[in-house]
Every structure is written in C-alpha cells, then in structure tokens.
C-alpha cells in the first residue's frame, strides 16, 4: 500500500478553493469535475480517487492538475503510477490512502464513492470538519445516527447532492427550519408504476434497468424500481431535516422535474424543480451560499405542459413501507435494512430471486435480526459495520428460502 | 375632519407586537384579523381603518381591542363614535386621520387599502421605518420608484401580500438574490382562457366577473381576465426583486397552485405552492421570518393529480404584452398605464366599452400620452400624483372612440 503524501507545491493562489473529488470517475464524480473544469482557475484540486479504473482516474487527475491520484485497488498502483508518470500527479493506491486523501486539508470535498466502501473516506473528511457535498448514501443509511454525531462534533457543514435531498435544502435555505410541518420527496415511480402486482412479480432484471428519467448504476436503479430507493432516501432525509419520522412523505411524480417540497405551517409549500441533470444539485454543493452558471437545460414548464402526481402504491412497491418501518424502528433496524437490501437487489440482479422477492426477503432479514441482532443503536462506525456484516449474513442465510424454483 | 391622536393606555405586555390594519374591512383586512384574532395575546391592535363601512370597522375594532378606529369617509365618523360608544376605542375620520393612523409608531402595518387612496398612508408608514405587509398595488406600479426610494431610506423592510411576490419572497429569502437568472409569476389565465378571440371580443363583465379560483374585487377581477393583473403584477416584482425588466416572466397555470418561479443560473428553481387562501401570505408577512400556524386547507398534490402550464397569449390578451412595454418604457409609463386600466375597467363595468377595448384605451392612452405628459420618472409622490391624473383625463378623452355602437 503507497499512503498519498500531503500536497508538496503550497497554492499560491490564496483565493483557490482546495477541492478533492472522492470517486472521480463515476457518474457523479466526472459531473463534479465538469463544473470545477468551467471555472477551474477558482479550484486548486487536491486529490482524486477511484475504485480502480487507473487509466481513467488518471486522465482527470492530469486534466485538473490535481496534487494527488489514488486509487482504491492496490492492483492498479502500477498502471496508476505508469499513466501519471512525468505529470507531476502523486499516484498511490491502497483503503488507507483513500481515507487518507479524504484527510487532506481541503475547502470542500464531494463524497462519492458508492456503497459501504465510501463509510470510512467519509467519516474521515467528516472528522477533519472539511465541508462535504454527500452523495453516499450509506453514511446516512446505515450509519446516520453515528456520522450526523461526528458532523456536528467537529462543526463540518454538510451539502446534500441527491437531488431531492438538495431539493429540500434549497427550499429550507433560510437559515431557519421553522414551522416545518412536512417534507415530500417525489419520486418518479421506476419503470413498473402502472404494472398490476402480477406482472410485477415477474419483471426480470433488464426490464427494471430501464429508469425512465435518470441513468445510474444497476443497483440504486433497482431500488427506484421497488421504490426502496425512496426509502432509504427518507431515512436520509431523517438525519439531515428537522423533522420525525412521521413528518416525511412521498408522493410519485413520474416527470421527475419537482423533486421536493417543504410544507409549512402556515400552508406555504416551497418546492424545488430542476431538469434531470446532477449537475444542478453538484452545482449548488460546490458553490452554496452563491449559484454558478451551468449549462444544464432550463426549465420550461409551459413546454412540458403539465406535472402529475400521484399517491404511492404500497401494496405493490412493500419496499416503502418496510424502510418506513425501520426509519420508525429506529435502532439498527436502517442498518439491517441496507445491508439486507444490498443482498436482495445482488441476487435480483443474478437472476436468483424474483422483483417481488426483494422487499419480502429484506422484510424477513428485519423480523430476523430483532432475535439475532437486536435492536440496539450503533454507536461508533465499527458498531455499524459489524450489523452491516451481521445484516448481510442474516439476509444471505435466508435467502435459499426466496430462490427461484 | 378628527385627528386621531396617539394611543393613551401604553401596552404593559411589552412583548405584544403593536400592528396596524389599513383597509381592515376590505378581504385582505378581514383576513389577516383573522390571523391576529387567533393570537390576540401576541399583538395590540394600534389603529384599524376603512373607507366607509363605520358599522364593520367598529365591530372589528371592538374585538380586537384596536387603540384608534379610522374612517375614511368624514360623513362616517357620528356613526363610527355611536358604534364605538363606551368600547374604548378612539374614532377619527377623513383623509388625513387614515395618514395619521399609518403614521402611528407600530411594529407592523398591513397596507391594504386598494387603489390610489392607499398611496399616502402607505408612503407615510414607510417613511416611519414601519415593517410594511404590502397588499396596495399602486405604491409599486404607480410610484415604484417613489416608494421604493422612501423605503431604502427609512430602512423599513417591505413585504409582499400578493400570492405571486409573497411566492418569489418566500423562494428567494435565504438572504442572498445570487444567480437569480429570470423571476416567472404565474397566472390562472382568467375565465376567458379558452376563449376565442372574436368571443372575447363580446364578453360580458358578468362572464368577466367570474374568476375560477380567487374571489376578489371588481376591479381585480376585470384585470385578471385580460391579464393586466399580471402585466401589473410584473411591475410590481421589478420594484421588489433584483431582476431587469427582461428577466420577468409569466406563465399560465390554470390551477393557480403554483404562484411563483425563481429560476437560478444553475439550473435550479425555486417554486411556492398552496392552496388558494390569502391567509397563507399575510401569515407569512406577519410573522416573517418565523412561520405560525394557519387553518388553511393543505396543498395535497396527489388529490390534485396534476398541475398544468401554457404560454400566455399574448394575441388574444395583448394587456400583458402592453404593461410589459409600460416596464420596459419606463419613466412614467407604468403610471399612465394604471391610470388608463381603472378608467378602462370602469367604462367596461358600466357597459360604455367591450372587452377588447379595455387594453385598446390602455394602449391609444400610452401612446398619446408620450406627446401630453412625456415620459420623464416621477420624483416625488406628488408628481405620481399629478402623472396619475393626467393619465386618467387622456384616458376619459379617448374613451368615446372605443364606445359601443
């Protein structure tokens, strides 16, 4: 394992932001650094990582000059050092450095890595009170309780980047969160929203691949496909908003052009709309309090012509109600439920289990691990990754009961 | 004519907010005594006041335990002290009691008086630094820039009442108008929205009478139906929000749901909803920057099932299209232009000219008025005065080109 140095060339540009990008080469990554590259005389970019694809990482690590190029996959430290050979970019390559690299003196630092795998980088720049734009889920998920502690412990500022979590930010962005009575996510129902439950039960993989309106990675689109996805975007919701439980709601909006509304209690709704681009909500997180120009498309509702929404079926999408369920269990239970869910989609994706089998396979994981887990509260990250394994495992071992026939 | 004088028993609860209501007999008034009446302990009423209903202002003032009483209309003011007798309450009338009145020291003044009338007392509460909930229309198409200069000068903080500006208000204050690319209200489009032009031609003030959502005043009602309620209302928001004439825009929204847009340089759009009730903006500006609790019915987008938008025609609704010229023209545009609208309007009421003629006058008025009055900006609340008048008395002398045959 090579440990990524701290920067060796001080800025002599005072007034550059020092920005690191952790997970540089997926999809929110490369459309972080679209924007820092429209203005990049403002950013001094600190350290880029990847998971492993080095070729990539370091393309963008030359193109923005960063300090520092790490990727997660020691495999790759070779092909890393060779394509960044003579540019003046640190190569190093291993868990540690990524951690390390999120520990870097920074102004800003967008938290992309996907998955259990971008705990740990996260709660590094957390602890460093290096301002964060989130757009990992688990920290949140599975870990909210506990990360949301560290936040406030060292004072970090934290900038939502889902675009219904940024959504609500910017619609609660007064500096006061008073008289909140309800927050709405929308969401726009995934490619089965009008299947009866039969045809749901037998939606294959491909069929749930297509999302209607956003293209991401295989698993969060099965998730908007059984609207867990959704869920787990309220427990989200949960630890960054001022609110209970009971205060969150959903409504399908299959547009996916407002992405949430803030209720008041005077009857005022102050709801955010944006064209589907994660350029919008990355460019609020860059640049909160101010807005910088992108050139993602306008907005043109008269050109849309109409916005519908809908309530949400529960009876066909049970996921919804099951991670409501664990938001209101409280505990470990939102813990259980990701790790359950991460398994459940894996084995959608393999063909081993049916669409329908998802939600019933990370439901019974939950009235399992109240027996075999418990209900307790992670109090440090190793508690929560301990319940993720524990939840992981219960959720395989239940699994031959739900495989196919 | 009675000078109303100075409260006599000072509040011993100094935490009371002392709040006046220009107009209180009016819907505005009405409604936001609603709101202080159902939190009677937070506020004390300094001084209520009406144009002529003496009965009805009495009655409010009783209950609300109002320090003075003010009637604007002197032929009132026996009626007003009969109905006053051993309450308490201090009775005045006339003009100059209704400035007094706004002149009062308060902590919050609603300035609801409609029309012209409104301008003095308004112009005298913003010149006493008093904390204005704005719901009178021609201190800001009229005198904009008059009104707006006494404002900054006076430090006093101006909030809006209409739904559209409370609507812009309540999506931009984060206390930052940074990247605000374009500001859009939106319009209900009238009863006559899918009306036909040669159909408009013959529409009746009964047909015109009939607004689908809101229930207001003739006069609003008839501007609402050729869209010079939103060209008005534009004006309005350049005085208010920090955009150019171009950056304003209107879409039309039949629902009239969604009340406003602000669309930001990066992509994002802020957006207030609620259901159609006054009570939620003056909630707002009464409590601002907190929020209190109203009975209004609560948006429930599901229920609705969608919201619609089309672009404003212009063709069929050309008084859109001749405020926005009055904007961009300047000076003193805007003024003759509302003064040519409330004789148009008055003339269709009495049935002297057709729908179509109401813009036509407006327009043949701004035209000759650039020989007649010129365009220069009024400087001081006398010369909107003076501006005002002789906009109407170019208005009535090209009316009987435009009566019916």
């Given at each position: 394992?090579?440990v990524a ?31 820092i ?13 990847a ?49 390390d ?103 294959t ?79 609020y ?56 869910d ?8 393999q ?7 998802i ?47």
């Amino acid at each position: 394992m090579t440990v990524a140095t701290a920067h060796t060339t001080p800025s002599t540009a005072s007034a550059q932001r020092r920005v690191s990008v952790l997970g540089a080469t997926g999809s929110i990554g490369l459309n972080t650094l679209d924007l820092i590259g429209r203005d990049s005389a403002a950013y001094d970019v600190v350290a880029l990582t990847a998971n492993r694809n080095a070729e990539a990482l370091a393309r963008l690590a030359i193109a923005h000059r960063a300090e520092t190029a790490v990727v997660a996959d020691e495999s790759q430290y070779e092909a890393l050092k060779a394509a960044l050979s003579g540019s003046g970019v640190e190569a190093a390559a291993g868990l540690q450095a990524v951690v390390d690299a999120a520990a870097q003196p920074a102004d800003w630092i967008m938290a992309a890595i996907t998955g259990a795998a971008g705990l740990r980088p996260t709660f590094e720049a957390a602890a460093q009170g290096t301002r964060i734009a989130l757009a990992n889920k688990e920290c949140l998920v599975s870990a909210g309780e506990v990360f949301m502690a560290a936040v406030a412990s060292a004072g970090t500022m934290l900038l939502p980047v889902d675009s219904e979590h940024s959504g609500a930010f910017q619609a609660i962005d007064d500096g006061s969160a008073d008289g909140i009575e309800r927050i709405v996510l929308t969401a726009s129902g995934g490619p089965f929203r009008d299947w009866p439950m039969d045809r749901l039960a037998a939606a294959t993989p491909e069929q749930a691949l297509q999302h209607p309106n956003w293209s991401m990675g295989a698993k969060i689109t099965v998730d908007s496909a059984t609207l867990m996805n959704k869920g787990l975007e309220l427990i989200e919701a949960y630890h960054l908003f001022p609110v209970a439980p009971e205060q969150l709601g959903v409504v399908i909006h299959p547009q996916s052009i407002l992405h949430c509304l803030v209720e008041y209690a005077d009857g005022s709704v102050i709801a955010q709309l944006s064209c589907p681009d994660m350029r919008t909500p990355i460019a609020y997180s860059l640049t909160w309090p101010n807005r910088m120009q992108t050139p993602t498309e306008r907005l043109d509702l008269a050109k849309l012509g109409q916005l519908t929404f809908e309530t949400p079926d529960v009876a066909r999408f049970p996921a919804l109600r099951i991670a409501q369920d664990a938001l209101a269990a409280g505990g470990c239970a939102p813990t259980v439920l990701n790790a359950a869910d991460e398994v459940a989609v894996d084995a959608y994706l393999q063909g081993r289990i049916g669409f329908a089998s998802i939600p019933a396979l990370v439901e019974a994981t939950l009235d399992a691990s109240e027996q075999s887990v418990g209900r307790h509260l992670p109090s440090t990250l190793d508690d929560v990754l301990e319940i993720d394994y524990a939840g992981r495992a219960l959720a395989l071992s239940l699994l031959p009961k739900f495989n196919k026939t």
